[in-house]
T-cell receptor, first 115, second 115 residues
Framework: DTGVSQDPRHKITKRGQNVTFRCDPISEHNRLYWYRQTLGQGPEFLTYFQNEAQLEKSRLLSDRFSAERPKGSFSTLEIQRTEQGDSAMYLC?????????????FGSGTRLTVV | AQSVTQLGSHVSVSEGALVLLRCNYS??????LFWYVQYPNQGLQLLLK??????LVKGINGFEAEFKKSETSFHLTKPSAHMSDAAEYFCAVSEGGGSNYKLTFGKGTLLTVNP
């Protein structure tokens, strides 16, 4: 297993279009997280899953955003009717839930540009 | 609510000089603290983590950090900077001990290493 994989690496879309990103976590990790990072800022939490259950969503995740993890493996993050303010790096991370493991493994991110 | 403040958005050092990146946190419960490094257009890589064991934590690439509860600090140091250390560094806090490992990140410190 080579780590957390995100696809695509870059996405340019026109305002108003829908986009979907995919994240493949490390296979034995049952926790999966999505973060958003805008220029000059640290990553901000969006949502996380334990297996297929979405356990928490940030208020940053507006109604236009939806995340799924249907079989507890890969996850998708969809943004509907994109806006210029959605331009950011979207980071996925995964982890084990055990008390001995703190710290995620991050993917390389998907950079979204809305024009 | 937990929060992180990184003092200095940009730190510049000469190759071979001491690196000191500052991080102060706020947490209502005993924190778990992390330092991550991010290279351009990449995801975040874990440097080190504090999870209530030894207060002096050693990480990868010669970095270490000391947890000081009285000062609510977790500063990152490296005795001798190398050109390859040039990157952005993020401090993060998690209210660990429970089932929620959501991380709150600081805004980051860009480290420049001059030859």
């Amino acid at each position: 297993d080579t780590g957390v994989s995100q696809d695509p690496r870059h996405k340019i879309t026109k305002r108003g279009q829908n986009v979907t990103f995919r994240c493949d976590p490390i296979s034995e990790h049952n926790r999966l997280y999505w973060y958003r990072q805008t220029l000059g800022q640290g990553p901000e939490f969006l949502t996380y899953f334990q297996n297929e259950a979405q356990l928490e969503k940030s208020r940053l995740l507006s109604d236009r955003f939806s995340a799924e993890r249907p079989k507890g493996s890969f996850s998708t993050l969809e943004i509907q009717r994109t806006e210029q303010g959605d331009s950011a790096m979207y980071l996925c991370a995964s982890s084990l839930p055990s008390a001995d493991n703190y710290g995620y493994t991050f993917g390389s991110g998907t950079r979204l540009t809305v024009v | 609510a937990q929060s992180v403040t990184q003092l200095g958005s940009h730190v510049s050092v000469s190759e071979g000089a001491l690196v000191l990146l500052r991080c102060n946190y706020s947490s209502s419960v005993p924190p778990y603290l992390f330092w991550y490094v991010q290279y351009p257009n990449q995801g975040l890589q874990l440097l080190l983590k504090y999870t209530s064991a030894a207060t002096l934590v050693k990480g990868i690439n010669g970095f270490e950090a000391e947890f000081k509860k009285s000062e609510t600090s977790f500063h990152l140091t490296k005795p001798s900077a190398h050109m390859s250390d040039a990157a952005e560094y993020f401090c993060a806090v998690s209210e660990g001990g429970g089932s929620n490992y959501k991380l709150t990140f600081g805004k980051g410190t860009l480290l420049t290493v001059n030859p």
